[in-house]
């Protein structure tokens, strides 16, 4: 883990970032005490598969919508 003071990180950020992108933690100072911690973003762990693929998957209802909505609102459950 690499310190920098504040003035030295705003002089040196696109440094700061390659050395975040190569794996090390960097930490900024003011005054003498840690107030900032850089560190890699964590990337996402699943990938969401499309809605196109989601859509396809899906079986299609053998009754109207109406009529599903209809039976519904006349049964005892509703």
Excluded: C, N
């Amino acid at each position: 883990m690499q310190t920098f003071s504040l003035a030295d990180a705003k002089a040196r950020l696109s440094h700061l970032i390659e050395l975040v992108e190569a794996g090390e933690e960097v930490t900024i100072t003011k005054r003498g005490k840690a107030v900032v911690r850089i560190v890699a973003s964590v990337a996402p762990a699943q990938q969401l598969p499309s809605l196109a693929e989601l859509r396809a998957r899906q079986t299609s209802q053998p009754v109207a919508t109406g009529e599903f909505i209809r039976a519904m609102r006349e049964s005892d459950r509703y």
